[in-house]
């Protein structure tokens, strides 16, 4: 895909232990700026399910978007970002696998986060520490919004992290990287490691793994980047 025009159509997708409401600042800020965004809502139940929830909002858009991932979410967009309709990708301290890798080879050789505390319960899925959520997901928050997250957080089958990905979009598309430098839940080497195996345009930024929702304006910011020299 080749175009000499801003690209107008952002969309967004939120990882494990959240859902798309977390974008709100972002989607704020972008819509005043004239740009047509839409947030996914993974099921968090399959990689292939939460493809294919973002591939049905990608399929409704009227032309080239750039496609925003979020921790997990960054995952789910290195597949699903290869749509026709993608012209970039932006990695916000996510996950970003090769094809033929799995998300959990993501984590191979970097340091543990026990501050990141993962319960898992008989059927499989996964909810952060109620007691741990704060300081390991969102330290930057305020109390009361760090308590209304955790207990309004979305299970993830723990399952998706051992998926082999099909398909890596950011091979062939351009990238762009929001690091958060306080982020609990990936070691931060591993993060900046493997932006720079993508060749991806990185940003640092204080904050933590909610960059989504303290750091709204640099994440805007690099989406209205990221639309303006993609595809050229």
Not at 20 to 29: E, K, N, Q
Not at 57 to 85: F, N
């Amino acid at each position: 895909m080749t175009t000499t025009e801003t690209i107008k159509n952002v969309v967004l997708v939120h990882g494990a232990f959240a859902d798309g409401s977390g974008w709100r600042r972002v989607y704020d800020l972008l819509t005043a700026r004239g740009y047509r965004v839409s947030i996914v809502q993974n099921p968090l139940t399959s990689l292939e399910a939460d493809v294919a929830a973002t591939t049905r909002v990608l399929d409704l858009l009227d032309g080239p978007a750039i496609l925003v991932g979020h921790s997990w979410g960054g995952t789910v967009i290195t597949e699903a970002g290869v749509h026709p309709k993608v012209a970039g990708l932006v990695y916000v301290s996510a996950l970003a696998p090769d094809a033929g890798e799995t998300t959990a080879q993501q984590y191979e050789g970097f340091a543990p986060t026990p501050e990141f505390v993962i319960d898992i319960g008989d059927d499989g899925y996964g909810y952060l520490n109620r007691d741990a959520f704060h300081a390991g997901f969102a330290a930057d928050v305020s109390d009361a919004d760090a308590a209304f997250m955790a207990d309004s957080q979305v299970p993830v089958h723990m399952a998706v992290f051992g998926t082999v990905v099909s398909a890596a979009a950011w091979r062939d598309k351009p990238s762009w990287a929001v690091i958060a430098t306080e982020d609990k839940a990936f070691d931060q080497a591993m993060l900046q490691h493997w932006a720079g195996r993508r060749g991806a345009d990185i940003t640092d930024v204080p904050g933590s793994h909610a960059l989504f929702i303290t750091q709204a304006e640099t994440v805007a910011d690099v989406i209205v980047t990221a639309s303006r020299n993609s595809g050229r």
